[in-house]
Protein backbone atom coordinates (compact mmCIF):
# COMPACT_ATOMS: atom_id res chain seq x y z
CA UNK A 1 0.00 0.00 0.00
CA UNK A 2 1.14 3.54 -1.08
CA UNK A 3 2.63 5.40 2.12
CA UNK A 4 0.40 8.57 2.18
CA UNK A 5 1.35 12.07 4.04
CA UNK A 6 -0.64 15.18 4.26
CA UNK A 7 1.50 18.66 4.13
CA UNK A 8 -0.97 21.40 4.96
CA UNK A 9 -0.41 25.47 5.44
CA UNK A 10 -3.40 26.88 6.97
CA UNK A 11 -4.56 29.87 9.33
CA UNK A 12 -8.18 29.87 10.01
CA UNK A 13 -8.53 26.26 10.09
CA UNK A 14 -10.88 25.45 6.49
CA UNK A 15 -7.87 23.38 5.55
CA UNK A 16 -7.75 21.22 8.03
CA UNK A 17 -11.59 20.50 7.98
CA UNK A 18 -10.10 18.33 4.65
CA UNK A 19 -6.92 16.74 5.88
CA UNK A 20 -9.40 15.89 8.77
CA UNK A 21 -11.52 13.94 6.06
CA UNK A 22 -8.49 12.58 4.40
CA UNK A 23 -7.50 10.94 7.66
CA UNK A 24 -10.56 9.70 8.44
CA UNK A 25 -10.76 8.14 4.62
CA UNK A 26 -7.53 6.76 3.84
CA UNK A 27 -6.92 5.89 7.68
CA UNK A 28 -3.76 8.35 7.48
CA UNK A 29 -1.77 8.34 11.34
CA UNK A 30 -1.74 11.55 12.98
CA UNK A 31 1.96 11.69 12.47
CA UNK A 32 1.36 11.38 8.69
CA UNK A 33 0.01 14.71 9.03
CA UNK A 34 2.36 17.92 8.83
CA UNK A 35 1.35 21.32 9.40
CA UNK A 36 4.02 23.18 7.81
CA UNK A 37 4.02 26.15 10.35
CA UNK A 38 5.39 23.61 13.41
CA UNK A 39 6.24 20.38 11.97
CA UNK A 40 7.95 21.11 8.75
CA UNK A 41 11.73 20.49 8.76
CA UNK A 42 13.06 19.82 4.85
CA UNK A 43 11.66 18.77 1.91
CA UNK A 44 13.85 15.53 1.26
CA UNK A 45 13.70 14.26 4.49
CA UNK A 46 9.83 14.56 5.08
CA UNK A 47 8.17 14.94 1.53
CA UNK A 48 10.00 12.43 -0.04
CA UNK A 49 9.32 9.82 1.64
CA UNK A 50 5.45 9.26 0.92
CA UNK A 51 4.13 7.89 -2.50
CA UNK A 52 1.45 9.84 -1.74
CA UNK A 53 1.24 13.82 -0.71
CA UNK A 54 -1.85 15.43 -0.24
CA UNK A 55 -1.02 19.50 -0.12
CA UNK A 56 -3.05 21.81 1.31
CA UNK A 57 -2.78 25.33 1.69
CA UNK A 58 -4.97 28.12 2.40
CA UNK A 59 -4.72 31.58 -0.57
CA UNK A 60 -3.32 35.19 0.86
CA UNK A 61 -2.74 37.95 -1.48
CA UNK A 62 -2.68 37.84 -4.91
CA UNK A 63 -3.30 34.00 -5.17
CA UNK A 64 -0.35 33.43 -2.95
CA UNK A 65 0.19 30.55 -0.91
CA UNK A 66 0.00 30.03 3.11
CA UNK A 67 3.41 31.70 3.98
CA UNK A 68 4.12 28.45 5.58
CA UNK A 69 4.82 26.91 2.12
CA UNK A 70 7.39 29.88 0.55
CA UNK A 71 10.65 28.47 1.61
CA UNK A 72 9.76 24.87 0.55
CA UNK A 73 8.16 25.73 -2.66
CA UNK A 74 11.78 27.90 -3.44
CA UNK A 75 13.76 24.64 -2.14
CA UNK A 76 11.48 22.16 -4.61
CA UNK A 77 12.21 24.86 -7.11
CA UNK A 78 15.52 25.99 -6.73
CA UNK A 79 17.03 22.51 -6.08
CA UNK A 80 15.43 20.93 -8.65
CA UNK A 81 14.50 18.13 -6.02
CA UNK A 82 12.71 15.79 -8.26
CA UNK A 83 9.22 14.31 -7.45
CA UNK A 84 8.80 11.51 -10.15
CA UNK A 85 6.97 8.83 -9.37
CA UNK A 86 4.85 10.63 -6.79
CA UNK A 87 1.70 11.59 -6.96
CA UNK A 88 0.10 14.66 -5.27
CA UNK A 89 -3.32 15.90 -4.46
CA UNK A 90 -4.33 19.71 -3.96
CA UNK A 91 -6.42 21.23 -1.43
CA UNK A 92 -7.16 24.97 0.06
CA UNK A 93 -9.46 27.65 0.96
CA UNK A 94 -10.45 31.08 -0.60
CA UNK A 95 -12.98 33.97 -0.57
CA UNK A 96 -14.82 33.57 -3.96
CA UNK A 97 -16.21 37.09 -2.90
CA UNK A 98 -13.59 38.75 -1.60
CA UNK A 99 -11.15 37.45 -3.17
CA UNK A 100 -12.67 36.40 -6.61
CA UNK A 101 -9.91 37.18 -8.82
CA UNK A 102 -7.46 34.90 -7.15
CA UNK A 103 -9.91 32.43 -5.78
CA UNK A 104 -7.58 29.31 -4.34
CA UNK A 105 -4.97 30.72 -6.51
CA UNK A 106 -2.47 28.75 -4.05
CA UNK A 107 -3.58 25.44 -5.47
CA UNK A 108 -2.65 26.63 -8.67
CA UNK A 109 0.83 27.40 -8.10
CA UNK A 110 1.60 24.24 -6.00
CA UNK A 111 0.51 22.27 -8.64
CA UNK A 112 2.88 23.82 -11.16
CA UNK A 113 5.39 23.21 -8.48
CA UNK A 114 5.17 19.72 -7.84
CA UNK A 115 4.23 18.61 -11.42
CA UNK A 116 7.27 20.94 -12.67
CA UNK A 117 9.14 18.69 -10.08
CA UNK A 118 8.12 15.37 -11.62
CA UNK A 119 4.90 14.55 -9.17
CA UNK A 120 1.83 13.20 -10.94
CA UNK A 121 -1.22 15.15 -10.16
CA UNK A 122 -4.86 13.33 -8.86
CA UNK A 123 -8.11 15.02 -7.67
CA UNK A 124 -9.20 17.52 -10.05
CA UNK A 125 -12.71 18.32 -10.07
CA UNK A 126 -15.33 20.32 -12.02
CA UNK A 127 -15.53 24.15 -11.24
CA UNK A 128 -19.72 23.83 -11.62
CA UNK A 129 -21.06 25.31 -8.62
CA UNK A 130 -18.16 27.74 -8.13
CA UNK A 131 -18.57 31.59 -8.64
CA UNK A 132 -14.85 33.07 -8.95
CA UNK A 133 -13.70 35.47 -11.01
CA UNK A 134 -10.66 34.22 -12.06
CA UNK A 135 -8.11 31.26 -10.51
CA UNK A 136 -4.79 29.71 -11.08
CA UNK A 137 -6.32 26.54 -9.47
CA UNK A 138 -8.34 26.28 -12.95
CA UNK A 139 -6.94 24.30 -15.41
CA UNK A 140 -7.93 22.51 -18.61
CA UNK A 141 -11.47 24.04 -17.43
CA UNK A 142 -11.54 21.93 -13.77
CA UNK A 143 -10.13 23.11 -10.49
CA UNK A 144 -7.18 20.96 -9.68
CA UNK A 145 -7.96 20.33 -6.15
CA UNK A 146 -10.63 20.45 -3.70
CA UNK A 147 -11.39 24.35 -3.31
CA UNK A 148 -13.15 25.45 0.15
CA UNK A 149 -14.66 28.79 0.86
CA UNK A 150 -16.33 28.61 4.24
CA UNK A 151 -16.93 32.20 4.12
CA UNK A 152 -19.64 32.48 1.25
CA UNK A 153 -20.45 29.00 1.15
CA UNK A 154 -20.00 26.81 3.66
CA UNK A 155 -23.23 25.06 3.00
CA UNK A 156 -21.14 23.51 -0.37
CA UNK A 157 -18.18 22.45 2.12
CA UNK A 158 -19.08 19.19 3.27
CA UNK A 159 -20.14 17.70 -0.15
CA UNK A 160 -17.41 19.51 -1.89
CA UNK A 161 -15.03 17.27 0.57
CA UNK A 162 -16.92 14.28 0.08
CA UNK A 163 -16.93 14.41 -4.23
CA UNK A 164 -13.63 15.23 -4.25
CA UNK A 165 -12.88 12.18 -1.88
CA UNK A 166 -14.54 10.14 -3.96
CA UNK A 167 -12.77 11.21 -6.87
CA UNK A 168 -9.63 10.73 -5.00
CA UNK A 169 -10.25 7.07 -4.14
CA UNK A 170 -10.92 6.42 -7.69
CA UNK A 171 -7.83 7.42 -9.13
CA UNK A 172 -5.52 6.38 -6.26
Same mark, same amino acid.
Given at each position: ???????????????????????????? &??? !????????????? !?????????????????????????? &??? $????????????????????? !??????????????????????????????????????????? *???? %? $????????????? %??? *????????????? $?
Amino acid at each position: MAKMGIFIGTAGGTSMKVADALVEAFDI &DED !DVINMEDDFDDVE !DQMLEYDVLFIGSSTWGQGDVHFSWV &DPV $LEIEDDEIDFSGKTVAFFGAG !DTKKHGEHFCSALGKLHKTFTSAGAKPVGFIPKDGYDYEFSMA *EIDG %K $LCGCAIDEHNESD %KTE *ERIETWISALKAE $L
